[in-house]
């Protein structure tokens, strides 16, 4: 409190922690995948449920990742414009698509992975084994918890 107002504790408030994380990691590694492969932050994230779930829909994608439909199918045409995704139309609605990553698309896929565990070890270098798995516990849960 500060003359009777109350004052948000930022070192204290998770959103905001959490927030700050968030956008310091975008701001490092979005910067290497624009230099490096002309690709943002949301473009790798769908590259990754590419690889994951090959053959997945923009709505998937969606679902997984936590970004709109435009948001998606704007990365989903960047990386099919540079040859990296392919997709095939559904038999049944045309307008549902099937998408995967294409030959070229895995090998850049590879070269942001590595740069990807790369930022990430450096981002976790000095926290130890069990303070790491208890916040990704935690994170996990909040994530439940927002989905409720």
């Known amino acids: 409190m500060r003359a ?17 994380v968030s956008s310091a990691w975008q701001r490092q590694t979005s910067a290497i995948y624009r230099r490096d492969f002309d690709l943002g932050i949301v473009d790798w994230r769908v590259m990754a449920m590419l690889n994951i779930e090959p053959e997945i829909t923009a709505n998937r994608i969606c679902e997984v990742i936590r970004v709109d439909k435009a948001a998606a199918s704007r990365s989903l045409k ?11 139309a559904s038999n049944s609605d045309p307008r549902r698509r099937s998408w995967w990553l294409t030959g ?13 565990l790369d930022c990430e070890a450096r981002m ?9 798995e208890t916040y990704l516990r935690v994170m996990r849960k909040m994530l439940k ?3 409720k």
């Open 4 to 20: 009777g107002i109350r004052i948000l504790d930022i070192d204290h408030y998770a959103p905001f922690l959490l927030n700050a």
């Open 78 to 88: 960047i990386l099919e414009a540079q040859g990296l995704a392919t997709y095939a």
């Open 104 to 116: 070229a698309g895995q090998e850049v896929h590879s070269d942001i992975l590595a740069i990807a």
């Open 124 to 132: 976790l270098a000095d926290i130890p084994p069990e303070d790491l």
């Open 145 to 147: 918890n927002l989905d």
